[in-house]
């Protein structure tokens, strides 16, 4: 775990020095290595905000402990800090799911384009209105997951499918 942190550590570091780096007139003055530099911060932010979070929600749970473990006397304040410890724990376990993932390398392809065809084939209207589902299953996959859809080119049936549909 101390080699997750670390490498987490270096990635807060790094997103630090992108941020001092892009307000360098010499690579302002550069596009492509402000484009990339910038490209590069993006990618970074959303980890390095879960790590921020994860030191925090840490610090709180050390502070509840040591405020557990010197005894309270109100017992009101000793139900809320355990409570507040209680749910920390729960975050800090999310956190930490959230973060592996997000470590996780990324695929090439993923800020790419693709032509996707679907064809209806053999079996006439059944054929066709598969096709149709299938299009409408698949455009709405792609709006939930924030992609654009742009359709190419399109063949429809009478009975509202299509006989082939590319987008």
């Known amino acids: 775990m101390d080699k997750l942190f670390d490498r987490l550590q270096m990635l807060a570091d790094r997103y630090e020095e992108l941020g001092e780096l892009l307000s360098d007139p010499d690579v302002i003055s550069d596009t492509k290595r402000f484009t990339d530099l910038s490209k590069e911060m993006a990618d970074l932010r959303e980890t390095v905000e879960k790590y921020e979070r994860f030191k925090q929600v ?3 749970i050390e502070d509840d402990e040591e405020m557990l ?3 309270l006397d109100d ?3 000793a139900e809320m ?3 507040e410890l209680a749910e920390a724990k729960d975050e800090k376990v999310a956190l930490e799911d959230e973060i592996k993932i997000l470590l996780l390398p990324k695929d090439p392809n993923d800020d790419k384009n693709i032509i996707m065809e679907i064809r209806g084939a053999a079996g006439g209207d059944e054929a066709s209105l ?3 589902d299938l299009f409408n299953m698949y455009s709405k996959y792609a709006e939930r997951q924030g992609w654009s859809i742009e359709v190419i ?5 009478d009975v509202g499918g299509f006989k082939e549909i590319a987008s």
């Open 69 to 71: 473990s010197m005894g």
């Open 153 to 157: 080119d399109q063949t429809t049936t």
């Open 81 to 83: 800090v355990k409570m």
């Open 75 to 77: 017992d009101e304040m």
């Open 58 to 60: 840490n610090q709180t």
């Open 130 to 132: 598969f096709a149709g």
